[in-house]
């Protein structure tokens, strides 16, 4: 069954119909789009979320970051990372295979049926014209036929009438016979012109207007049929990410189990950890050796019960205080007094009364001890040795002061053989710039290099006092010499205008290569393709399914991992598209 032959008198219905199949596919492209941006929108949120709450890089060196706790965090922060990354895949997959191809789509749907309409109006246009044609011929054949008629009596009554003359008579036939004759030409045209018009209106109903509603219900089938095959991409775009969100869900999942809070602990310990002994028991100070045998036992037990308070504060204070070198002149007052000979003479100082002085010499003795210890407590003396801290956490700290000043050092090197390229590119290139305007960056760059250098030296030289000497070699092994490595500067650290930097003995040319042996020596964990990458774009490296690559740089947020082969090549790929293991 067609529309051709069922609705062929169902113009107005087909053409409402297929505006309304139009104004459909609009709507859905329309919801489509709106769903595209809640996708964006939703992607967006979670990437601010994931970036609000990972750690900037440069805090990425806190002990705490350390912790398993704290590094499946960052993990599920990378995972919800990738997985905005795939809700705004699905939303670049909605807009380009569903909105912009069916709109597309639309507007094809609308020139042809536009076409199809034009024709059924030409068709009926064309037909009614006909008709107009066959009314017209019919009129005048009844108009003329009843002049012919009414000719025919005057004829027949002149012919009857006995005054009338011959030549009248005459007359009214010849003008009946022309008017017979004249409603038998009308009489003829009208029955072609109705012939026409049968034929037109059978061509019309039931070839021209049957084959244009075919035309529309087979555009209108293919419109429903498109539709369809949006409907079905709906989800489908949905389903192709699924198992890259799963694998992003399963990785939240891994973050969790690979949380030790065993291994946190000790963590905690090893960073934390002093490196004292616990404090052994105090001496008891026997006050009463001086005391008059002859007084009271109420008047003895007064010292010992204002003493009580004082070893509570002392004992309170050594569990949750920490120990430092300045507590070595603050404790003296805790230093056993020298007793007194058993058999000697009571001291001159305890008087007429005895028992006031033994409370005197408490109270001098525990008053000072728990003021220097709430002043340590409140306001503890940093010295820049770091000599205040604990033996095992002033290497770290030195350590980490030592690390920060090497980076600094290094910047400063790449500044400064960077602006004695650019002064050699002045001075061949005279236009290009003054080599003299660089003179005063230059000097500040080298006075930075020599206090840099002077700091690096006595914390190297502390680090040394402090045990510490693992990682200080091999800061030394990068020190940055002044023994004519680098032509660029003069030999006290001032910038040479006659000399020429030389590229071959440039001093970030020795950290290049020391820590590019170093990195390359110890990749942080391996990893597995799950899909391929062409790496088009710069800085990334092509990977093939089922490739494994070593690791050499964590994702940073960004959505990217640093790579490398077994042939050394290095560069980015998408952290989505692989399963990454990390060494522990």
């Known amino acids: 069954m067609d529309w051709g032959t069922e609705l062929w008198d169902q113009y107005d219905i087909i053409e409402k119909h297929t505006q309304s199949g139009l104004e ?12 595209t941006e809640i996708e964006q929108n939703y992607a967006k949120q979670l990437r601010n979320l994931s970036k609000k709450y990972n750690q900037k890089r440069s805090s990425k060196d806190e002990p705490e970051c350390r912790l398993s706790s704290y590094q499946a965090f960052l993990d599920i922060l990378t995972e919800m990372n990738d997985y905005a990354g795939q809700r705004e895949l699905i939303a670049e997959n909605l807009m380009m295979n569903i909105c912009i191809d069916l709109t597309k789509y639309l507007q094809e749907l609308k020139q042809e049926r536009k076409t199809y309409l034009m024709d059924a109006k030409k068709a009926q246009q064309s037909l009614e014209s006909t008709y107009k044609q066959l009314d017209s011929s019919k009129k005048r ?91 079905i991409l709906f989800s489908d775009t949905e389903k192709h990410v699924m198992p890259i969100i799963g694998k992003c869900l399963e990785g939240i999942t891994k973050a969790g189990t690979n949380v030790n809070e065993k291994n ?17 028991d105090l001496e008891f100070e026997d006050y009463s050796q001086g005391i008059n045998r002859a007084s009271s036992d109420s008047s003895l037990g007064t010292p010992k019960v204002s003493m009580e308070p004082w070893k509570k504060k002392t004992n309170n204070f050594w569990l949750f205080s920490k120990r430092s070198k300045l507590s070595s002149p603050v ?14 003479p009571p001291s001159p100082k305890f008087g007429r009364d005895p028992l006031s002085y033994c409370l005197k010499e408490i109270n001098k003795t525990v008053k000072p001890r728990i003021s220097s210890f709430r002043t340590l407590r409140r306001s503890p003396t940093v010295s820049e040795d770091f000599g205040h801290l604990p033996p095992e956490q002033r290497r770290k700290r030195l350590q980490q002061k030592l690390d920060e000043i090497c980076k600094e050092l290094q910047k400063e090197v790449d500044q400064s053989e960077a602006l004695g390229k650019m002064k050699d590119v002045y001075e061949k290139n005279p236009q290009m710039g003054d080599p003299a305007s660089l003179a005063s960056q230059i000097n500040q760059t080298s006075q930075n290099l020599e206090r840099l250098r002077g700091e690096q030296s006595k914390y190297e030289t502390w680090l040394a006092e402090a045990g510490g000497r693992g990682d200080t070699l091999r800061y030394k092994a990068h020190s940055f010499n002044n023994n ?32 590019e042996d170093e990195d390359l020596a110890a990749p942080i964990g391996k990893c597995t393709a799950m899909y391929n990458f062409p790496g088009a774009s710069e800085g990334t490296i092509a990977m093939q399914e089922g490739e494994v690559l070593a690791v050499v740089e964590e994702d940073k947020g960004d959505g990217w991992t640093r790579v490398r082969r077994n042939n050394g090549d290095e560069g980015y790929i998408p952290t989505s598209y692989v399963t990454i293991t990390l060494k522990k």
């Open 484 to 515: 004519g490595a680098n032509d660029v500067h003069s030999p006290d650290g001032a910038y040479s205008d006659e000399s020429t930097p030389d590229p071959s003995q440039a001093i970030y040319a020795e950290f290049d290569d020391d820590f």
């Open 264 to 280: 946190d602990s000790m963590i905690v310990i090893e960073q934390n950890k002093s490196g004292f002994e616990r404090p052994g």
């Open 24 to 35: 459909l596919v609009e709507k859905y492209v329309k919801f489509v789009k709106e769903r």
């Open 331 to 344: 404790l003296a007052p805790f230093s056993t007094p020298p007793a007194p000979s058993p058999n000697g």
């Open 141 to 231: 054949f009844e108009r003329e036929w009843r002049e012919a008629e009414r000719a025919a009596q005057y004829a027949e009554k002149t012919d009857q009438d006995i005054n009338a003359t011959k030549a009248d008579v005459e007359k009214a036939k010849q003008q009946a016979h022309m008017r017979a004759h004249v409603a038998d030409e009308c009489k003829n045209d009208y029955a072609a012109q109705l012939q026409k018009y049968n034929k037109e209106q059978n061509q019309f109903y039931f070839s021209d207007m049957p084959l244009i509603f075919n035309k529309l219900q087979d555009l209108d089938e293919k419109r429903t049929q498109k539709l369809a095959q949006g409907y």
